[in-house]
């Protein structure tokens, strides 16, 4: 079997001549393929820029006109679209009381309160000069101590 494999091996040096044959092969093919690519181009390069311009001549009037058709009748007609469908989807209102029912409520409550504590300071006043027979010359309405700032002894406390 030894013998077999050793009649099978090629020297080194054939395998290496081989492959550098086959490197200096496709650099000669590529070199060609280089020459004849730019002897191509320096050719189609004057024609496709002819060609490019009538094809820019012929598009440049139907792209304007097509634009034109976008602009004023099917923009207009899809904005139209658009906003009716958005009307149809937009959930209707739910009606509550309005700010001015709640305000005249919030007024009614004030000026019960207010007509509440009047009621009750009177009243007080009332039974404190009822009390006690000292105090009965004394006593005043309700109305002139609030507005002179009497309390009910009759005397006046300044703020300053």
């Known amino acids: 079997m030894?013998?077999?494999?050793?009649?099978?091996?090629?020297p080194q040096e054939d395998g290496l001549t081989r492959f550098g044959r086959v490197q200096e092969t496709a650099r000669q093919g590529a070199d060609m393929c280089?020459?004849?690519?730019s002897s191509a181009a320096e050719r189609i390069v004057p024609v496709a820029g002819e060609r490019v311009m009538v094809v820019r001549e012929w598009s440049a009037p139907r792209l304007r006109q097509?634009?034109?058709y976008v602009e004023t009748g099917l923009a207009p007609r899809v904005s139209t679209f658009l906003s009716d469908v958005a009307h149809r989807m937009e959930p209707p209102k739910r009606t509550r009381p309005?700010?001015?029912a709640l305000m005249a409520m919030m007024g009614v409550v004030a000026a019960v309160g207010v007509a509440g504590a009047v009621a009750t300071r009177r009243g007080v006043i009332r039974d404190l000069t009822?009390?006690?027979?000292?105090?009965?010359?004394?006593a005043t309405s309700a109305d002139s101590m609030t507005v002179s700032g009497a309390d009910v002894?009759?005397?006046?406390?300044?703020?300053?």
């Open 2 to 10: 030894s013998l077999m494999i050793n009649i099978r091996r090629k």
């Open 34 to 37: 280089r020459q004849g690519a």
């Open 66 to 68: 097509a634009a034109r």
């Open 98 to 100: 309005g700010r001015g």
């Open 130 to 138: 009822k009390g006690s027979g000292d105090h009965a010359g004394d």
């Open 153 to 160: 002894d009759g005397q006046v406390n300044s703020p300053h």
